[in-house]
């Protein structure tokens, strides 16, 4: 009876220490986004119109989040100790609730009342006027403290209500007010696609009202997430079953006939675009103007081919609606069709001595024809969706587009020798900016050497150069690793800035001045200028350099790498030589490194040693990891989210190095695998992989891919 | 017994870590076709021995014979070309991969795709545990399966020479017994071993030819059955008073 009780005792002490804890930490955060300006600046903005602003969420944020974690972590010592009933537990957490958010929302009360009587803006700066206004909602001192105080305990006991949902209904409301959070965030890039022409002019007006999301807007929103989370669980289901369907009746080489059915129609489109301008080509039926729209999504590129860009502009206004994409893949899915049933009709009459009749296809080809079809799928409705972005966006959201693209492609060099070679560089901006300095040299006319080449003939020259340069910098590095080669490849990132801003290389390479004049890339007559267009170049060469990275990743140097990676010494007693696979890591990361550097100065048509600074290769290191090392994929969503986001949220990009470090550290916490862990790719294992898995063994083929 | 060739000959090698030197003189002989063992206390330079054979360390006196070629100061993967395999101390294994990858790591550098996967087949036979686990990731399997997949890997690349390093290190008594079974197994189909052990009488009972060494020098070398004998043998390693 004693010790139990005693133990209650104890048990409250740990309790309230925790909460105290905790709701400090929360509460000294809430002062640290105010001190730094984040609220303030976050503040010019509503989340819902008039409702909320963006700073105020912030700190709802962070002190729900408080609340939570000191519920969790109560729960936790709970659970050591046995607490008795469940009904005192309950109680028990909404005290600690309601007691964590009075100690966030007092620190912050205490902080408001400071800054009201003392002016302590010499030292922060942020400290402003303004500041007290937001925390004090422009009451005075005293209504103001009893607000955040009652506000507390509000948050407090909302946090705790929260945790004690059922877990369904917990993620349905997560994914609807966070969506709400983020069309709200993402407002001015929203207000900037959609006040294009083409988009229908009610839906803005509908989502943006004055200063953030319309209330209705938030309120259709968040209920239609809702929706849409909860009957998300089925999707996968009936998307499987589709798929199967499909496969079933169109039990062919589905493949071909699906790559067929893209390029038809990508002809169509382009035939179309010639059509319209030059009037002695007849006009195809499938062509004819009202079936194919006016405005071209697909065909885009096609007609900046044939009109050299005269009219752009004009075309590149009206050229953009929702409706238009899905017109578009309507059409493709039409078109595709017909050429799908063509092709297939002579496909099973070519191959009549084979049988595709599902009755006769074993459970393993079957499970292989569904996974094609899927990717097949996912290939046709990728690239109508890739090939028309910067027509549904516009200008702005393409050039973010690029960035993202500049960054993706640096980063799958990155991840060569990162990734796979397991080779940590911190300085893979020097091949970029070699990349990019050569380029400059070889094409722009004003450039020392008025060579004048187009950037073409330079390509080549330029991908060599750098995968010399490339090697050069990792031959006197071979028997480091880890730290040691991370802090020496550092340095060589900053020897490259340093030498190209030196004054001996000035005559050359301009210094500060760096090279200017440098010449669009060109296609014949026409010419890449504006992030629209540059956006078609980055996709390709992304798309070559994924090619090559995936298929590198499962060849025989792929293996080589990742045993190196895993144990240099074994590998070495595999008969893998570690120094030919770490130079040819470092060498091709270079060289796709260099493409990327390439079109990063074709397109500024300038180039100046400043822009190659050690944060490039921060970011890239830093979008590499988010992803997950070593993954492709988590490359892609790596670039998405830690360069295209900064540049979206415009108040975001001031405090851009902030959010990386806490979101760095949040992944190495949370998800030391990145947000694509490694397991993930695991299981999307290749057709091929199946079959020659069948000797191995019949059970483990199907359980690996129901997964 | 006279009637084999000798397969690689050390002749008076000197090694060294830095200034620190760990073999002093060392010469042996390892005949083809035979087991040959060698035994010492810790850190008399038995892995050291095998890192200087298989090219991780060059010595710096000294020849290395093996089938009548120079091969002193050669690249580990000339070594591996050559046809010397090892199975390093500790396993080793490729834990983030799985026993297939793992196997297939050992075969890198044929390019025979058919013959791999028939001598995969082989090792499957050879080790039937690993058989069940294939897809497993090598790290996630207990000490004596590592040991296996260690040996297999090691196998797959079809070598004349297999060094090992402590195979029964950390085993459970009953593994060993397998591993050991399974090493007179592998050298009765034709691969020389040359084998690194502490537990000597194991290794003495398989094995046609020992050495013995102490601080970095050979003190001792018979045939395995007359060191099994041998008295100082008894008293210092095969734990009689
Ligand atoms: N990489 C190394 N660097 C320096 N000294 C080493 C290294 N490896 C082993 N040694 C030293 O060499 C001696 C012999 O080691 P080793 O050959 O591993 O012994 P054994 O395998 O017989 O236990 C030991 O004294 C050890 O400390
Ligand atoms: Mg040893």
């Known amino acids: ?707 | 017994m006279n009637n084999s060739q000798p397969i690689l000959k050390l002749e008076n090698i000197n090694a060294f870590y830095g200034q620190i030197q760990v073999l002093r003189e060392v010469s042996m002989t390892i005949n083809e076709g035979q087991i040959t063992c060698l035994l010492g206390g810790n850190a008399s330079g038995k892995s050291t021995t095998l890192r200087t054979i298989s090219g991780m360390l060059i010595p710096k006196h000294g020849r290395i014979i093996y089938q009548g070629e120079d091969i002193t100061g050669m690249s580990t993967t000339k070594m591996v070309e050559r046809g010397i395999s090892m199975v390093p101390e500790n396993r080793r294994i490729f834990s983030r991969m799985t026993v297939k990858e793992n196997l297939e790591m050992g075969a890198f550098l044929r390019q025979d795709k058919q013959n791999i996967r028939n001598d995969m087949e082989k090792m499957l036979d050879l080790f039937p545990r690993l058989k069940e686990r294939l897809k497993q990731l090598g790290g996630t399997m207990s000490g004596g399966e590592q040991q296996m997949l260690a040996m297999a890997r090691a196998l797959m690349s079809r070598p004349t020479l297999l060094l090992m390093d402590e195979p029964s290190m950390g085993l459970s008594p009953l593994f060993v017994q397998q591993v050991f079974k399974i090493i007179e197994e592998i050298n009765q189909q034709g691969t020389t071993i040359f084998m690194v052990e502490q537990n000597a009488n194991m290794a003495l009972s398989i094995a046609d030819y020992g050495y013995v060494l102490q601080t970095g020098a050979v003190v001792l070398k018979d045939t395995a059955h007359r060191l099994q004998n041998n008295s100082m043998m008894r008293q210092a390693y095969l734990g009689e008073t």
Not at chain 1, 479 to 498: C, H, P, Q, W
């Open chain 1, 1 to 707: 009876m004693n010790t139990s009780e005693h133990k209650t005792i104890n048990n409250i002490q740990q309790d309230l220490l925790k909460c105290i804890r905790i709701g400090v930490y929360a509460g000294i955060i809430c002062i640290f986004v105010a001190l730094i300006g984040m609220v303030e600046k976050f503040n010019s903005r509503d989340i819902i119109s008039e409702v909320i602003s963006m700073g105020h969420t912030l700190l709802v944020i962070i002190t729900l989040s408080g609340t939570i974690l000191t519920i969790q972590q109560f729960r936790q010592i709970s659970l050591e100790y046995k607490h008795s009933s469940n009904g005192i537990n309950y109680l028990w957490e909404l005290l600690v609730g309601i007691f964590t958010g009075l100690i966030i929302s007092s620190i912050l009360a205490i902080f408001v009342v400071f800054i009201n009587e003392i002016d302590i803006r010499p030292i922060f700066i942020n400290a402003s006027p303004t500041l007290l206004t937001i925390l004090t909602f422009d009451k005075d001192i005293y209504t103001a403290t009893m607000n955040l105080l009652v506000l507390g305990v509000v948050l407090g006991f909302i946090g705790t209500l929260f945790l004690n949902l059922p877990g369904k209904l917990r993620l349905l409301l997560i994914a609807g007010i966070s969506s709400v959070i983020i069309l709200g965030m993402f407002q001015d890039i929203i207000t900037i696609i959609l006040s294009k022409d083409g988009w229908p002019k009610i839906l803005l007006n509908f989502l943006i009202d004055k200063n953030g999301v319309s209330v209705t807007a938030s309120i259709v929103i968040f209920i239609l997430i809702v929706i849409t989370t909860s009957i998300y669980p089925y999707l996968p289901t009936a998307y499987e079953n589709t798929m199967r369907l499909v496969a079933i009746y169109h039990s062919i080489n589905l493949r071909i006939s699906m790559y067929i059915m893209l390029a038809i129609t990508l002809l169509l489109r382009i035939y179309w675009f010639i059509a319209i301008s030059d009037k002695n080509l007849p006009m195809l039926p499938l062509c004819r103007e009202g079936y194919i729209t006016t405005n071209a999504t697909l065909g885009q590129c096609a007609i900046v081919v044939y009109n050299q860009f005269n009219n752009v502009t004009n075309l590149f206004a009206n050229s953009t609606s929702i409706i238009n994409l899905i017109i578009t893949i309507s059409e493709l899915i039409l078109v595709g069709s017909i050429s799908y049933s063509i092709i297939s009709i002579l496909w099973k009459s070519l191959r009549k001595t084979k049988s595709y009749n599902t009755n006769n296809l074993s459970e393993l080809e079957h499970q292989t024809l569904i996974i094609k079809t899927k990717r097949n799928f996912s290939i046709v409705m990728g690239s109508a969706l890739l090939l028309s972005l910067p027509m549904l966006l516009g200008v702005f959201p393409s050039e973010v587009l690029v960035n993202i693209g500049i960054y993706m492609l640096m980063g799958f060099g990155l991840n060569i020798v990162v990734g796979n070679a397991g080779l940590l560089d911190l300085g893979h901006v020097a091949f970029f900016a070699v990349g990019a300095y050569t380029t400059a040299l070889l094409t722009s006319p004003r450039a020392s050497l008025e060579l004048g080449l187009s950037f073409w003939a330079a390509l080549p020259i330029v991908i060599v150069i750098t995968g010399l340069t490339g090697i050069l910098v990792a031959t006197p590095v071979l028997r480091m690793r880890g730290d040691y080669l991370a802090i020496v490849t550092l340095g060589f990132g900053e020897i490259a800035r340093f030498l190209f801003l030196s004054d001996w290389f000035k005559p050359w390479l301009g210094g500060a001045q760096g090279i200017i004049k440098i010449p669009p890339i060109s296609i014949g007559s026409i010419e890449f200028i504006g992030p629209h267009r540059i956006y078609y170049l980055i996709i390709l060469f992304a798309l070559i350099a994924l090619f090559i990275s995936v298929r590198i990743k499962d060849s025989r140097v792929g293996r080589a790498w990742m045993a190196m990676k895993a144990d240099e010494k074994v590998a070495e007693t595999m008969g893998i030589n570690t120094v030919y696979y770490k130079l040819l890591a470092f060498g091709m990361g270079a060289m796709i490194a260099s493409i990327s550097g390439a079109i990063f100065a074709t397109k500024l048509g300038t180039i100046f040693p400043h822009s190659f600074n050690v944060l490039v290769s921060i970011t890239a290191l830093s979008l590499i990891i988010v992803g997950g090392i070593g993954n492709l994929t988590g490359v892609i969503i790596g670039a998405l989210v830690l360069v295209g986001l900064p540049e979206l949220l415009r108040e975001f990009s001031e405090f851009r190095l902030l959010i990386y470090g806490t979101l760095l550290i949040v992944m190495m916490l949370l998800r030391p695998e990145g947000l694509v862990p490694k397991s993930n790719t695991n299981t999307m294992i290749k057709d091929q992989d199946l079959i020659q898995d069948a000797w191995v063994e019949n059970s483990t083929i199907y359980s690996h891919v129901k997964r």
